[in-house]
């Protein structure tokens, strides 16, 4: 099969590129390895600066709209923080990642159960296999296929980083510790070693969960730790458990091969600290999605739409100028550096007292407010 663009992951980096390009006429395909819907373990607090990114409404989507933030060092010296015009916004994975699909899959063909096997390279296009034996190429491919990406690997990417993880709970708790719980959202910041615990209000329970950033063993034992400490004896009445790993940010990497651009976790577009990558996959994948419609349609001038490109420090003509140099998927390489990784940067090491000086560094940021 011969395609214009696959889309390898159904996440919301690849549902993202796959909305963006379902307009543009192009044949794309997008390949995710599992059952769609399909669940994914994660806190699913998002910035309120996603909206920015969308031309749509997810207000069915979101669960709980919170303004404000508790934050505690080590179970103790419990502070709030009150955003009201930039609330946090949570929702459940499943529904959010899905729904990107759902927009894309009247022009995009989806593939569910296609776990990709290989890729390679060359100089007309690039060669996709699946698990079922079927090849598919494609001029351009775009990999959101998340933290331990095979195409990554496959293609010398984003090479090793330390990969921190997480250990997120789906709990149903008492009609009293709910409702006590909807008016905020928690952040327990070194209720275990270099890392932290949260719970996030949802529609009728709690989302809750425990990362380590450096040490990440024997986290099953410390969400048990956390869940005991957090809530009443005898409140949580059902429990759901997963694990999974976080490709935190850790320096300027590789993203982009000639016809290969990695987008959000697979590109390690993490933030170091708190673990937020659900924007930088949406706004990643937004990016990787106007290069490659740039480069297939083969036009001299690029013409990204801006909220792809907001934080690269150029203005148009800088940026067509830049975009000029290239002719292939490196575009995409220099305008991640230029923006979404500068700004990972900053944070990783504005960010490094939090795991240097933990005690100080709460004093400094939280206890004040």
């Given amino acids: ?20 390009l379902a307009a543009s006429g192009l044949r794309v395909m997008l390949l995710e390895k599992r059952h769609l819907p399909r669940h994914k373990p994660c ?34 010296q419990p502070t709030f923080d009150d955003k009201p015009d930039a609330p946090m916004l949570l929702v459940s994975r499943s529904r959010f990642d899905y729904h990107f699909i759902e927009r894309a899959a009247r022009s995009v063909t989806v593939r569910d159960n296609f776990p990709v096997v ?21 001029a351009y491919v775009i990999a959101a296929d998340g ?10 990417l984003a090479q090793a980083a330390p990969v921190g993880a997480a250990v997120d709970v789906e709990i149903e708790v ?36 425990v990362a380590a950033w450096r040490n990440p063993k024997g986290l099953p034992a410390q969400m048990q ?9 005898g409140s949580i009445q059902a429990i759901k458990q997963y694990g999974h790993p976080v490709p935190l940010f850790a320096g300027h990497a590789a993203v982009a091969a000639r016809r290969v651009c990695l987008v959000g976790d697979a590109a390690r577009l993490v933030d170091p600290v708190l673990g937020e990558g659900i924007y ?33 420090l150029l203005d148009r003509d800088q940026l067509r100028a830049q975009a000029a140099d290239y002719t292939d998927c490196t575009l995409y390489q220099t305008l991640i550096r230029r923006g979404i990784a500068r700004e990972l940067n900053i944070v990783r090491l504005l960010g490094q007292p939090f795991f240097d000086t933990p005690e100080r560094f709460y004093h400094d940021h939280f206890a004040a407010y």
């Avoid at 011969?2 to 796959?18: N, Y």
């Avoid at 730790?225 to 004896?233: D, G, K, Q, V």
């Avoid at 106007?290 to 690269?312: I, K, Q, T, Y």
Wanted: proline share 6%; with cysteine; glycine share 10%.
């Fill in 225 to 233: 730790t956390f869940l005991e400490r957090s809530f009443p004896p």
């Fill in 43 to 76: 806190g699913g607090a998002l910035p309120a600066k996603i909206m920015d990114l969308l031309d749509w409404d997810i207000a069915p989507l979101i669960e709980a709209r919170i303004r404000s933030q508790k934050f505690l060092f080590n179970y103790e």
């Fill in 280 to 312: 930088y996959a949406v706004k990643s994948g937004l990016l990787a999605a106007e290069v490659v419609l740039h480069l297939l349609r083969g036009v001299s001038d690029f013409e990204p739409d801006w909220r792809a490109v907001d934080n690269c």
């Fill in 1 to 20: 099969m011969v395609v214009d663009v696959v889309i390898i992951g159904a996440g919301p980096g690849g549902g993202m590129a796959a909305c963006w």
């Fill in 118 to 138: 290989s890729i390679e390279e060359n100089d007309t296009g690039v060669i996709v296999r699946g698990k079922n034996g079927e090849t598919i190429h494609a």
């Fill in 147 to 156: 933290a331990t990406s095979p195409t990554a690997r496959a293609l010398g």
């Fill in 174 to 209: 008492t009609p009293e510790v709910l409702a006590e719980e909807q008016t905020h959202a928690t952040f327990n910041l070194y209720c275990l070693p270099d890392g932290y615990g949260w719970i996030f209000p949802k529609a009728g329970y709690l989302s809750c969960g």
